[in-house]
C-alpha cells in the first residue's frame, strides 16, 4: 500500500509539472525535473496462502498417529546403545566382583575354622605319643596290684605287703587322676557288661557264656585306653556268642 500511494502522488506531480509549460514565461521557463519513485524495500518477505482448505484429522487418524510414532522411537536397537551396553558390562563386573568376594569371605572363614581345628587338636593330642608310652607302665602297675591274693590281704601276719598293697594302690589312683586332669582316660567293658564296639574293643576270642547275650564283652584281658576321646588303644576283650 505504501508503494502504490507514493506511485500515485510521484505520477501527480509529473503530470501537473508536463500539463502546462505554455503559461509559464520562456524566461522563468526550466525543463522539468524527472522524479523518479525510491524503490521500498520489503520488511517481510511476501507469503503466500492456498485457497485449498485443509481437512480435519478423524479420530480414527489421530488414534492412528501414536502407533506410527511408535516404530520411530525405536528405529534405533537396543543393542547398539553405548549406555546400554556399557551398563550391561558394568552389571556383569559387580556380579563377578561380588562373587569372588564372597568366595574369599567363605574360604577365608574355612581356613581360620580350619587352624582353629587344628590348634585345638594340637593342643588337645600333643601327648598322645607320651600317653602311649605311658599306659604300659599303667598296666605293669595294675598287674601287680591283681597279683596279691585277697585272703593274703586280711592276714594279720601279712600286715607289710597290706601296707605295700595299700602304697601301691594309692600312687595308682593318684596317677589316674593326673592322667585324668590331661584327657587320659582308661575303661574296662568287662565290669560294665558292655556290647562289643569294634570302634573301642579288640575281640581276642569268642565263646559261649550262658545267660548273656550274644555279641556281649564278658571279660577283659587288657584294658582300654582314649585320649579326649579318640582311642588311643583299644580294649582286648572276650565276647559272647551262645549260637
Known amino acids: 500500500m505504501i508503494q502504490r500511494s507514493l506511485l500515485r502522488q510521484s505520477r501527480a506531480i509529473s503530470s501537473k509539472l508536463y500539463s502546462s509549460p505554455s503559461t509559464v514565461p520562456s524566461r522563468f521557463y526550466s525543463p522539468p525535473t524527472r522524479i523518479f519513485p525510491i524503490p521500498v524495500t520489503r520488511a517481510f518477505p511476501p507469503r503466500w496462502y ?12 489421530q488414534a492412528s498417529q501414536p502407533e506410527q510414532a511408535a516404530p520411530s522411537a525405536e528405529t534405533v536397537p537396543e543393542s547398539e546403545d553405548p549406555l546400554k551396553k556399557e551398563l550391561d558390562t558394568k552389571n556383569k563386573e559387580i556380579v563377578d566382583l561380588k562373587d569372588k568376594y564372597l568366595r574369599s569371605v567363605a574360604e577365608f ?7 582353629k581345628r587344628d590348634i585345638n587338636a594340637a ?4 601327648i598322645t605319643r607320651f600317653a ?5 607302665s599303667v598296666d605293669n602297675l595294675d598287674r601287680a596290684l591283681e597279683t596279691v591274693p585277697p585272703e593274703k590281704l586280711s592276714d ?11 602304697g601301691l594302690k594309692m600312687t595308682e589312683r593318684i596317677l589316674m587322676q593326673t592322667l585324668s586332669k590331661h584327657g587320659l ?8 557288661g558292655h556290647r562289643f564296639d569294634p570302634n573301642l574293643h579288640e575281640a581276642t576270642f569268642m565263646t559261649k557264656v550262658e545267660g548273656k547275650e550274644d555279641g556281649t564283652v ?5 584294658k582300654g585306653f582314649s585320649l579326649n576321646g579318640r582311642v588311643i588303644r ?4 572276650g565276647v559272647v556268642k551262645n549260637s
Open 132 to 136: 602311649k608310652d605311658l599306659v604300659d
Open 218 to 222: 564278658f571279660m577283659t584281658q587288657q
Open 109 to 115: 572363614r574355612n581356613l581360620q575354622d580350619r587352624t
Open 123 to 126: 593342643r588337645d593330642f600333643a
Open 234 to 237: 583299644a580294649a582286648k576283650v
Open 50 to 61: 492456498s485457497s485449498e482448505t485443509k481437512p480435519e484429522p478423524t479420530i480414527d487418524a
Open 185 to 192: 582316660e582308661r575303661f574296662d567293658p568287662g565290669l560294665e
Open 156 to 166: 594279720a601276719e601279712n600286715q607289710d605287703l597290706k601296707s605295700l598293697y595299700d
